[in-house]
Protein backbone atom coordinates (compact mmCIF):
# COMPACT_ATOMS: atom_id res chain seq x y z
CA UNK A 1 0.00 0.00 0.00
CA UNK A 2 1.19 3.33 -0.93
CA UNK A 3 2.61 5.62 1.90
CA UNK A 4 1.72 9.50 1.25
CA UNK A 5 3.62 12.28 3.27
CA UNK A 6 2.09 15.62 3.67
CA UNK A 7 4.60 17.77 5.75
CA UNK A 8 4.00 21.61 6.95
CA UNK A 9 6.11 23.51 8.91
CA UNK A 10 4.08 25.24 11.39
CA UNK A 11 5.08 28.96 13.44
CA UNK A 12 2.08 30.35 13.89
CA UNK A 13 0.67 30.88 17.64
CA UNK A 14 -2.96 29.67 16.92
CA UNK A 15 -1.99 26.96 14.61
CA UNK A 16 0.59 25.64 17.66
CA UNK A 17 -1.88 25.71 19.76
CA UNK A 18 -4.34 23.94 18.77
CA UNK A 19 -2.23 20.91 17.65
CA UNK A 20 -0.96 21.11 21.00
CA UNK A 21 -4.11 21.02 22.50
CA UNK A 22 -5.16 18.32 20.27
CA UNK A 23 -2.32 15.83 21.62
CA UNK A 24 -3.28 16.86 25.14
CA UNK A 25 -6.91 15.55 24.55
CA UNK A 26 -6.46 12.80 23.27
CA UNK A 27 -3.65 11.99 26.26
CA UNK A 28 -0.98 10.86 23.51
CA UNK A 29 1.87 9.28 24.47
CA UNK A 30 4.90 10.98 23.04
CA UNK A 31 8.66 9.74 22.34
CA UNK A 32 11.61 12.00 23.69
CA UNK A 33 15.03 12.54 22.84
CA UNK A 34 17.37 14.19 24.89
CA UNK A 35 20.04 16.35 23.90
CA UNK A 36 22.09 13.98 21.41
CA UNK A 37 21.06 11.06 23.07
CA UNK A 38 20.10 8.14 20.86
CA UNK A 39 18.12 6.27 23.23
CA UNK A 40 14.19 7.55 23.58
CA UNK A 41 11.84 7.53 26.43
CA UNK A 42 8.24 8.20 26.44
CA UNK A 43 5.72 10.53 28.18
CA UNK A 44 2.35 12.88 28.33
CA UNK A 45 1.26 15.84 27.87
CA UNK A 46 -0.33 17.66 30.97
CA UNK A 47 -0.97 20.61 30.65
CA UNK A 48 -0.65 23.61 28.34
CA UNK A 49 -0.35 26.81 29.22
CA UNK A 50 -0.70 29.58 26.14
CA UNK A 51 -0.40 32.54 28.61
CA UNK A 52 2.80 32.01 29.56
CA UNK A 53 4.25 30.44 26.68
CA UNK A 54 4.80 26.86 28.66
CA UNK A 55 3.99 22.70 28.23
CA UNK A 56 3.90 20.68 31.14
CA UNK A 57 5.44 16.76 30.60
CA UNK A 58 5.11 13.81 32.66
CA UNK A 59 7.97 12.21 34.39
CA UNK A 60 10.10 10.23 31.62
CA UNK A 61 9.80 6.50 30.81
CA UNK A 62 12.03 4.46 31.73
CA UNK A 63 12.53 6.47 34.48
CA UNK A 64 16.56 6.49 34.11
CA UNK A 65 15.61 9.31 31.52
CA UNK A 66 15.19 11.88 34.68
CA UNK A 67 18.26 11.04 36.32
CA UNK A 68 20.48 12.88 33.01
CA UNK A 69 17.57 15.85 32.73
CA UNK A 70 18.54 18.95 33.49
CA UNK A 71 17.27 22.61 33.56
CA UNK A 72 18.12 24.41 29.96
CA UNK A 73 18.34 20.65 28.43
CA UNK A 74 16.96 20.09 25.05
CA UNK A 75 13.70 17.99 24.40
CA UNK A 76 13.00 16.78 21.23
CA UNK A 77 9.64 15.58 20.91
CA UNK A 78 7.85 13.06 18.55
CA UNK A 79 4.23 11.66 18.67
CA UNK A 80 1.71 10.45 15.82
CA UNK A 81 -1.89 10.80 16.86
CA UNK A 82 -4.67 9.80 13.81
CA UNK A 83 -2.16 9.71 11.10
CA UNK A 84 -0.82 12.53 11.98
CA UNK A 85 3.38 13.07 12.91
CA UNK A 86 3.77 16.02 15.27
CA UNK A 87 7.74 17.30 16.09
CA UNK A 88 9.02 19.75 17.51
CA UNK A 89 11.99 20.81 20.00
CA UNK A 90 12.36 23.08 23.08
CA UNK A 91 14.19 23.53 26.55
CA UNK A 92 13.22 22.43 30.16
CA UNK A 93 12.77 25.59 32.12
CA UNK A 94 11.72 23.92 35.36
CA UNK A 95 11.58 20.89 36.76
CA UNK A 96 9.37 19.25 40.06
CA UNK A 97 7.71 16.65 41.62
CA UNK A 98 4.18 16.71 42.85
CA UNK A 99 3.10 13.40 44.91
CA UNK A 100 6.32 11.96 44.48
CA UNK A 101 6.20 12.24 40.37
CA UNK A 102 8.48 14.33 38.36
CA UNK A 103 7.36 16.44 35.74
CA UNK A 104 8.73 19.34 33.65
CA UNK A 105 7.89 22.47 32.31
CA UNK A 106 9.05 23.44 28.70
CA UNK A 107 9.56 26.34 26.67
CA UNK A 108 6.82 27.27 24.01
CA UNK A 109 7.85 25.56 20.58
CA UNK A 110 8.88 27.98 17.69
CA UNK A 111 7.57 25.68 15.09
CA UNK A 112 6.19 22.49 14.72
CA UNK A 113 7.10 19.74 11.78
CA UNK A 114 3.46 18.53 11.15
CA UNK A 115 3.16 15.68 9.03
CA UNK A 116 0.00 13.38 7.85
CA UNK A 117 1.06 10.27 6.94
CA UNK A 118 -1.84 8.36 4.82
CA UNK A 119 -1.59 4.34 3.98
CA UNK A 120 -4.58 4.71 1.87
CA UNK A 121 -4.14 5.31 -2.18
CA UNK A 122 -5.16 8.50 -3.03
CA UNK A 123 -5.42 9.81 -6.68
CA UNK A 124 -5.81 13.12 -8.05
CA UNK A 125 -8.69 14.52 -9.29
CA UNK A 126 -8.67 14.66 -12.88
CA UNK A 127 -10.19 16.90 -15.74
CA UNK A 128 -12.48 14.52 -16.74
CA UNK A 129 -13.19 14.47 -12.69
CA UNK A 130 -12.42 17.60 -11.31
CA UNK A 131 -14.14 18.22 -8.06
CA UNK A 132 -15.28 21.16 -5.52
CA UNK A 133 -16.29 20.51 -1.59
CA UNK A 134 -18.70 22.60 -0.01
CA UNK A 135 -18.26 22.06 4.30
CA UNK A 136 -21.14 23.46 6.96
CA UNK A 137 -21.03 22.76 10.51
CA UNK A 138 -22.34 18.78 11.29
CA UNK A 139 -23.83 20.57 14.49
CA UNK A 140 -26.39 22.60 12.15
CA UNK A 141 -24.98 25.69 13.60
CA UNK A 142 -25.77 28.32 11.16
CA UNK A 143 -22.58 29.29 9.64
CA UNK A 144 -21.27 30.29 6.16
CA UNK A 145 -20.74 27.98 4.02
CA UNK A 146 -16.65 27.04 2.90
CA UNK A 147 -16.04 25.91 -0.41
CA UNK A 148 -12.90 24.17 -1.64
CA UNK A 149 -11.24 22.89 -4.96
CA UNK A 150 -10.79 18.88 -4.53
CA UNK A 151 -6.64 17.88 -5.67
CA UNK A 152 -7.12 14.10 -4.56
CA UNK A 153 -9.36 11.58 -2.82
CA UNK A 154 -8.88 7.99 -1.34
CA UNK A 155 -11.17 5.41 -0.16
CA UNK A 156 -10.80 7.20 3.40
CA UNK A 157 -10.72 11.14 3.08
CA UNK A 158 -9.69 13.77 0.53
CA UNK A 159 -7.96 16.62 0.34
CA UNK A 160 -7.37 20.15 -1.81
CA UNK A 161 -7.23 24.10 -1.00
CA UNK A 162 -10.00 25.91 1.39
CA UNK A 163 -9.85 29.96 1.70
CA UNK A 164 -7.47 30.58 4.74
CA UNK A 165 -9.41 30.45 8.55
CA UNK A 166 -12.52 29.06 7.43
CA UNK A 167 -12.15 25.64 8.66
CA UNK A 168 -10.87 24.19 12.21
CA UNK A 169 -8.14 21.16 12.47
CA UNK A 170 -9.70 18.28 14.53
CA UNK A 171 -13.37 19.55 14.38
CA UNK A 172 -16.50 17.53 12.33
CA UNK A 173 -17.92 19.18 8.79
CA UNK A 174 -20.76 18.14 6.70
CA UNK A 175 -19.48 17.90 3.29
CA UNK A 176 -20.57 17.96 0.02
CA UNK A 177 -18.48 16.61 -2.56
CA UNK A 178 -19.15 17.69 -6.25
CA UNK A 179 -17.76 15.62 -9.44
CA UNK A 180 -18.06 15.74 -13.10
CA UNK A 181 -19.72 12.67 -14.23
CA UNK A 182 -20.78 11.21 -11.22
CA UNK A 183 -23.90 11.98 -8.47
CA UNK A 184 -22.64 14.45 -5.42
CA UNK A 185 -21.63 12.42 -2.24
CA UNK A 186 -22.80 14.04 1.08
CA UNK A 187 -20.74 12.54 3.91
CA UNK A 188 -19.30 13.59 7.71
CA UNK A 189 -16.11 14.40 7.74
CA UNK A 190 -13.39 15.32 10.65
CA UNK A 191 -10.72 17.97 9.33
CA UNK A 192 -7.03 15.90 9.74
CA UNK A 193 -4.44 18.38 8.13
CA UNK A 194 -4.25 22.09 7.77
CA UNK A 195 -1.54 23.91 6.24
CA UNK A 196 0.04 27.20 6.54
CA UNK A 197 -2.13 30.33 5.31
CA UNK A 198 -1.07 31.42 1.74
CA UNK A 199 -0.66 34.37 0.30
CA UNK A 200 -2.91 34.00 -2.30
CA UNK A 201 -5.80 33.82 0.53
CA UNK A 202 -6.18 29.51 0.34
CA UNK A 203 -4.46 26.18 1.94
CA UNK A 204 -3.96 23.12 1.91
CA UNK A 205 -6.40 20.83 3.84
CA UNK A 206 -6.65 17.25 4.37
CA UNK A 207 -10.31 15.61 5.44
CA UNK A 208 -11.16 11.77 6.42
CA UNK A 209 -14.74 10.22 6.01
CA UNK A 210 -16.63 9.83 9.34
CA UNK A 211 -19.59 8.66 7.42
CA UNK A 212 -21.05 8.63 3.68
CA UNK A 213 -24.74 8.93 2.94
CA UNK A 214 -25.60 5.85 1.44
CA UNK A 215 -22.62 4.39 2.70
CA UNK A 216 -18.71 4.27 2.03
CA UNK A 217 -18.88 1.84 -0.73
CA UNK A 218 -19.54 4.46 -3.29
CA UNK A 219 -15.92 5.99 -2.86
CA UNK A 220 -13.75 3.36 -3.84
CA UNK A 221 -15.70 3.15 -6.79
CA UNK A 222 -15.10 6.42 -7.78
CA UNK A 223 -11.60 6.44 -6.83
CA UNK A 224 -11.26 3.61 -9.27
CA UNK A 225 -12.54 5.26 -12.01
CA UNK A 226 -10.49 8.44 -11.73
CA UNK A 227 -7.74 6.24 -11.85
CA UNK A 228 -8.45 4.54 -14.92
CA UNK A 229 -8.92 7.90 -16.19
CA UNK A 230 -5.63 8.79 -14.93
CA UNK A 231 -4.09 5.58 -16.70
CA UNK A 232 -5.63 6.36 -20.26
CA UNK A 233 -3.88 9.31 -20.25
CA UNK A 234 -1.27 8.19 -19.35
CA UNK A 235 -0.18 10.30 -16.11
CA UNK A 236 -0.22 7.11 -13.34
Known amino acids: MLEITEKEIINNRG???AILGSILNDSVLVRVCLGNQPEEYSSI???IDDKHRIITFDELHPIDGHYIISKGAGFTINTRNSGVETRFSSKVKEIGIEDGV???????PKELIYSQKRAAFRVPTTQDFSGEVEFTSAEGLLINKAKGRLQD???TGFGGLVANDSLELGKNYKAILFF??????NAVVEIKFLGISGSRGT???GAVFVSVEGGTSKIPGLVNRIERDLIRRGSL
Do not use: E, N, V
Open 15 to 17: QIR
Open 45 to 47: MLS
Open 102 to 108: HFYKLKW
Open 153 to 155: ISA
Open 180 to 185: QKTPPI
Open 203 to 205: RRF
